[in-house]
């Protein structure tokens, strides 16, 4: 019995030790494709460009904050009475990340809370403003050396209502505008 005990906390001192040799700090950059769907479906597909911060204590959990960027051209549409021009979002972020099966490449999922911006398309009627975001997706990332490669795809749930109006028509789109990004990542990760 004394030796299962002294086994046990031999176990329990090595493992957290273990597990903060497995922890991870990284620095992503991100750059590829956004789009507007459902009341703003009439947009072009636009940049989205950003960085994250990530922090994982153990292989399969972690937090991220980041920094998500997009350019989106909105067409004009004339029975909507809208002029064309280009939609800015700034939307920083966190998320809790969880890796699915932990590795060289790793496929995770992740979710959490984003605060967007909104700007530039005032001639399309849409007045600058800000709303919460909650912003969740999945990816592939890997490991190569120091450095990182990885592939994301974001979904971004505007909370607040994204009001559109001009001297002709002025509709709640009641938060029907929601966006996503696929980006493609390269960055660093220190052990």
Same mark, same amino acid.
């Given at each position: ?15 957290? =030790?273990?597990?903060?040799? /497995?922890? /991870? ?10 789009? @507007? ?11 989205? @460009? ?6 994982? $204590? ?8 980041? @920094?998500?960027?997009?350019? +989106? +051209?909105?067409? /004009? ?43 530039? =398309?005032?001639?399309?009627?849409? $007045? ?8 969740? !997706?999945? !990816?592939?990332? !890997?490991?190569?050396?120091? &450095? ?23 509709? +709640? ?5 929601? &966006? ?12």
């Amino acid at each position: 019995m004394k030796r299962l005990l002294v086994a046990l906390t031999a176990a329990a001192l090595v493992a957290p =030790a273990t597990a903060m040799a /497995e922890s /991870e700090f990284s620095v992503v950059l991100d750059g590829g494709a956004s789009k @507007y769907n459902q009341t703003l479906s009439g947009s072009d597909v636009g940049a989205a @460009y950003g960085a994250r911060l990530g922090f994982l $204590p153990t292989p399969m959990l972690g937090i991220e904050v980041g @920094y998500l960027g997009s350019q +989106n +051209n909105i067409n /004009e549409s004339l029975n909507q009475g809208r002029s064309a021009s280009t939609l800015k979002t700034n939307e920083g972020f966190a998320d809790l990340r969880l890796n699915i099966l932990p590795g060289s490449f790793t496929p995770y999922v992740f979710g959490g809370y984003g605060y967007t911006w909104l700007s530039g =398309a005032e001639a399309s009627g849409l $007045p600058n403003q800000s709303t919460h975001t909650l912003p969740f !997706g999945a !990816g592939l990332e !890997g490991n190569i050396g120091a &450095f990182k490669l990885g592939a994301r795809f974001q979904y971004n749930y505007l909370f607040s209502d994204i009001n559109t109006s001009s001297s002709s028509v002025s509709v +709640n789109k009641g938060g029907n505008s929601d &966006f996503w990004t696929a980006t493609v990542g390269l960055g660093a990760s220190f052990h």
